[in-house]
């Protein structure tokens, strides 16, 4: 059987039999499982498409597995405080995690943590990236939802306190999920809220869009790709899909059922948790706490496969099937630093400071054992070793031998000579 080009990835509050499992979304075959803890809810992520990270549910500490590998847990990373939701950028370069009411964001190639975002005022309940990994949302159980400009966030100038870009306001109770659509800084954000709306805001200002009312506290959200319409799962087991092609549509609406795409899949016995939609908009998968991760056909509001669980179910997501996920021989291509736990790793004993340049060198060129300058002396003591005919030989090999050597010093020189250049005009750069 080959391997499938989507996958199911799903989590449960038990962990009896793992704690989280692949599954086949077309024929609902287990083809992975990972072993260790189990996750709490909205913290369960992939990061680089190589490793699984998901934060143990109740603890202070993320379990991380090589995607690959698995029923071994790999690595865990001690956070400062219990994990209430955790994501990672798409592009794998950051890391997100929500401690009571901070944010925390992490660099991944160096581990080391970049700063500690307190503007909500209770417990952080969701945090979700834009698809270009430009923008970030979070929400909270100070019922705001907050949009960050990750550039923003990431600056150098230490003495500015990030703001975020937007403050989404309009929830008079705790936020319960976020959904990033994609066109990155164009996108839209629908958020869920126990004040029983599903509000859609515009990233780009920040104005709410659609608000809908419904009869029963909402716990989950999405939107299929195309956004032809929004899945809202209720806290009475209820799915309701809301058209966003309604040519009656309002600022402002009541949910009610209707030919113009507004209906509702029947089918969990309590909370709906987790929903999410398949690349080509025909799939939608529900994960409940009545233990089941459910398949439905959008187009005949149908449940066409019933995946059961040992617990409440706190993550389902179909997913691209990593490159190597189904190649027990791979290995990252980078592995995975020590995650730091304060702002300042140098001066807590941690590892290196944030306050140099740190040049990373892909695998194959890496070369701990030698510098240019070490390099370049060698070369000069078998330039001087040109008459050892053990060495060269003799005749017209010497000077071709000689001329190769002489011009890869010069190479070395102008590249010394570069990097010093290039350190002076940063270490004069005027603040």
Known sequence: MSAPMEVVLSADS???????????????????????????????????????????????????????????????????????????????????????EAIYLWEVSTGNLLVI????????SCLRFTDDSSHFVSGGKDNLALVWNLASVVQLDSSRTPEPRHVLSRHTLPITDIHCG????????????????????????????????????????????CEYFVFCGGSDGSIFQVSLCSTTLSRDKTFQSDSEGNQ???????????????????????????????????????????????????????????ANMFLPDSRPAVP?????????????GEGTGTGGACL?????????????????DRLHSLMCAVTDKSVFGDGENTKVRVSELEEEVRTLKKINKDLYEF?????????
């Open 264 to 322: 509702v899949f029947k089918g969990h016995r309590n909370l709906v948790m987790c929903l999410s939609v398949s690349m080509d908009g025909t799939l939608l998968l529900s994960g409940s706490h009545d233990e089941t991760v459910r398949m439905w056909d959008i187009q005949s509001k149908q449940c066409i496969r019933c995946i059961n669980h040992k617990g409440q179910v706190t993550n389902a997501v179909i997913i691209p099937a990593p």
């Open 423 to 431: 350190s002076t005009q940063l270490l004069t750069k005027p603040n």
């Open 117 to 124: 975002l307190n503007r909500h005022y209770q417990d952080l």
């Open 182 to 225: 994609l066109m990155g800084p164009q996108a839209r954000v629908a958020t869920a809220s126990i004040d029983q709306t599903v509000k859609l805001w515009e990233i780009s200002s920040g104005e709410m869009l659609l608000s809908v009312l419904f009869d029963v506290s909402i716990m989950s959200v999405t939107l299929d790709p």
């Open 14 to 100: 038990a962990g009896q039999l793992w704690n989280c499992a692949v599954f086949d979304p077309h024929t609902g075959t287990n083809l992975l499982s990972y072993r260790g803890g189990n996750s709490s809810a909205r913290s369960l992520t992939v990061l680089s498409g190589e490793y699984i990270l998901g934060a143990q549910l109740g603890k202070n500490f993320i379990n991380v597995w090589e995607i690959q590998r698995k029923d071994q847990l790999q690595q865990k990373i001690v956070c400062p405080g219990i994990v209430t939701c955790l994501t990672a950028s798409p592009n794998g370069l950051y890391v997100l995690a929500g401690i009571a």
């Open 360 to 376: 990373r060198l892909g695998n194959n060129c890496q070369d701990p054992e030698e510098t240019y300058l070490e390099k370049a």
């Open 336 to 348: 995975l630093p020590r995650f730091s736990r304060h702002l300042n790793p140098s001066e807590q």
